[in-house]
């Protein structure tokens, strides 16, 4: 079993829309949780982070904590063509020990 | 802002030949990372430093070694390229304590 799971989509949304991504993680003991967006060719960017005592938001982008069920989702709100991208989920369950996901790809239609 | 840069954005080396990828940051970050990213696999960790001189191993470290004589550079070292070493580098480095990572531009590797 992979430590951070991600479906790899493609998804799809219309411009404006409510994009919806997860990940699964299987560290309980996981601290916090990471969202970058990786575009073509380019290196991932940080977007957010959570601690695992809750959820954030930042702008048009919520990063969201299911401890039970051990998820994270990335919402992102008023999807722009620009968000156009790779999505890669990550936990650091201690120290320099991070797990990443192989990402989702969204594209925003316009 | 945290800067990170490596030293190329694309190499094409031949099979056998000794690689040196650099990394280097700006934020006086003790830890540093090289990372590689394959499709489908997702970022896979080869080494990492919590300190000069110091390294740990990774998930994947054959075939590699790695050098961090001082603060701000971390080098990933090739000893003897091989095609299944074609690939996407990317360093980061992460301050004491602090909890996110921040990647360099990558380094695409070509090995014929």
């Known amino acids: 079993q992979k430590e951070v799971e991600q479906n790899s989509g493609p998804l799809s949304v219309p411009e404006g829309a409510i994009a919806s991504l997860n990940c699964t993680y299987s560290?309980?003991?996981?601290?916090?949780f990471f969202w970058y967006r990786q575009y073509s060719g380019k290196s991932p960017e940080l977007i957010m982070f959570i601690y695992s005592n809750g959820d954030k938001e930042d702008g048009r982008f919520t990063a969201q904590l299911n401890k039970a069920s051990q998820y994270v989702s990335l919402l992102i709100r008023d999807s722009q063509p620009s968000d156009s991208a790779t999505y890669l989920c990550a936990v650091n369950v201690n120290g320099n020990q991070f797990y990443f996901g192989t990402g989702t790809s969204l594209t925003v239609i316009p | 802002d945290v800067k990170v840069t490596q030293s190329s954005r694309y190499l094409v080396k031949r099979t056998g030949e000794k690689v040196f990828l650099e990394c280097v940051q700006d934020m006086d970050h003790e830890n540093m990372f090289w990372y590689r990213q394959d499709p489908g696999l997702g970022l896979r960790l080869i080494y990492f430093s919590y300190d000069v001189k110091m390294k740990e191993k990774g998930d994947i470290p054959e075939g590699y070694s790695v050098s961090r004589e001082k603060k701000e550079r971390f080098s990933l070292i090739l000893e003897s390229a091989s095609t299944n070493q074609t690939s996407m580098y990317l360093c980061?480095?992460?301050?004491?304590?602090?909890?996110?990572?921040?990647f360099g531009p990558g380094t695409r590797l070509l090995v014929l």
């Open positions: 980061a480095s992460r301050g004491q304590g602090l909890p996110t990572q921040y």
């Open positions: 560290d309980r003991g996981s601290q916090s």
